[in-house]
C-alpha cells in the first residue's frame, strides 16, 4: 500500500519563507542531576550504536542489567557538584553561544535564524528541526559543536538528523559541517584563551591539552578523530610558539577495561608530578563549552590527582563557552559554507 507513512507537515497556513538557518548540535545533558534523569540520559546515550560499537546481544544486558542500575546514582552526584541555578552548563553555556552566534549573524545582509539541538535529551534535535521547517526555513547548515569528527560525536549527530527527516513530508535542504579542527580562526581562538591566562596567571611548566577520549578499535576502524586532534594540537602550538615538551597531548573520560587513546590524561598528569613537573595548566580544545567533563574532571578530579602526585600548581584554561572569539570563529566557518546559498560578498560581510 502507498501512502501509509504518516509524516510531519507543516501547518496549514506556514509561511514558506526560503530563509537560512543554522542548527547547532550539541551532546546533550541529563534534564535534572538526580539518578531518574540520569539514568533516563544514559538510556538514550549508550544505546546508541554510535557511541557504544558492540553488538547488542552483548551489550543489552550489560547496559540493563549493570550500568544503568549503578552509574546513575554516582554520575547524579558529579552532575551535582557543577550544576547551577541556571540549569546544566552544557545546556546553558550552549544556549549562550547560539544566541551570541545569533546575534552576529543577524548583522549580515541576509539574516540567519541560529537554532540549539541535543542529540540526546532536551532540546531534542528532531522538535529543533520541525520548528525550523514550520517557520518556513528551506536551508538549513547543520554544525555540530565538535572541532575533530568523531563517529562517536558527529556521526551521531548525523544519524539523529538522518532520522528526523524520515518525520518530515518536505524534507529542507541541507548542508553539514563535518569538523573544523584546523582552522584559522579557530586555532586563533584557542591561543588567545590560552594567552590571556598567562598575561593573568603567568605561564606554567607543561600546557596539556586534554581531548576526550574514544576506543583505539575506533581509530584502527577509520575514525579520524585522534589525527584531528594531534592536528589541533599542532597547530596550536606553532601559533602560540611552543618549543617540544612544552605542550602535551592526552586524553580522557575513557570507560570501561577496553584500551582507549593514549596517553590518558589522568595518568598523563601524575606521570608530569613524579617527573618533577611542579605546575600545569590545561586545556581541553574538543569541548565547544564547558561541560561535566572540563568542570568536574578536569577541574576538580584531575587537579587532585596531580596535586597528590607531587604538583603544586594547577590551572583549568576554560573553554571557549560563548566568548568574542569563538562566535567570530564560527560565524566566519558558517559564512563560509552559506556561500551559493548566500551571495560571496554577502557571506563575507560582517566578518
Aim: proline fraction near 7%.
Amino acid at each position: 500500500m502507498f501512502g501509509t507513512r504518516q509524516y510531519h507537515a507543516a501547518p496549514p497556513g506556514a509561511p514558506s519563507t526560503g530563509g537560512i538557518a543554522v542548527l547547532l548540535v550539541n551532546l546533550g545533558t541529563p534534564a535534572a542531576p538526580n539518578p531518574s534523569a540520569v539514568r533516563r540520559y544514559l538510556g538514550q546515550f549508550l544505546s546508541d550504536p554510535r557511541v557504544v560499537e558492540l553488538p547488542r546481544w552483548f551489550w543489552w544486558p550489560v547496559l540493563h542489567g549493570v550500568i544503568l542500575r549503578l552509574r546513575p546514582a554516582r554520575s547524579a552526584r558529579a552532575y551535582a557538584s557543577i550544576w547551577t541555578e541556571a540549569g546544566s552548563p552544557l545546556l546553558t553555556n550552549s544556549q549562550a553561544l547560539a544566541a551570541a552566534l545569533q546575534r552576529a549573524l543577524q548583522q549580515d545582509p541576509v539574516p540567519v535564524r541560529v537554532e540549539l539541538a541535543m542529540t540526546y535529551g532536551e532540546p531534542a534535535l528532531p522538535a529543533a528541526l520541525r520548528r525550523l521547517v514550520d517557520a518556513g526555513y528551506r536551508r538549513v547548515l547543520v554544525l555540530p559543536l565538535y572541532p575533530q569528527y568523531s563517529a562517536t560525536s558527529t556521526g551521531a549527530a548525523l544519524d539523529a538528523l538522518a532520522d528526523a527527516l524520515k518525520t518530515l513530508r518536505w524534507p529542507p535542504e541541507l548542508r553539514t559541517v563535518g569538523d573544523y579542527h584546523d582552522e584559522g580562526p579557530h586555532i586563533d581562538a584557542l591561543a588567545r584563551s590560552v594567552e590571556r591566562h598567562w598575561a593573568a596567571q603567568g605561564r606554567a611548566e607543561r600546557l596539556l591539552l586534554s581531548f576526550h577520549g574514544i576506543p583505539q578499535r575506533c581509530v584502527a576502524a577509520g575514525d579520524p578523530y585522534a589525527a584531528q586532534c594531534r592536528a589541533t594540537a599542532a597547530r596550536l602550538a606553532a601559533r602560540l610558539g611552543l618549543e617540544d615538551g612544552q605542550l602535551v597531548v592526552s586524553f580522557q573520560s575513557r570507560v570501561g577495561r577496553e584500551e582507549w587513546l593514549r596517553p590518558y590524561t589522568d595518568e598523563t598528569l601524575q606521570q608530569l608530578a613524579r617527573d618533577g613537573a611542579r605546575s600545569v595548566q590545561v586545556l581541553c580544545p574538543g569541548f565547544a563549552v564547558d561541560c561535566l567533563e572540563t568542570l568536574e574532571e578536569i577541574a576538580v578530579e584531575n587537579r587532585e590527582r596531580f596535586l597528590h602526585a607531587g604538583g603544586e600548581r594547577y590551572e583549568y584554561i576554560p573553554a571557549l563557552n560563548d566568548g568574542a572569539d569563538q562566535v567570530a570563529a564560527l560565524a566566519a566557518l558558517v559564512r563560509r559554507h552559506l556561500q551559493g546559498w548566500v551571495a560571496p560578498a554577502a557571506a563575507g560581510s560582517g566578518a
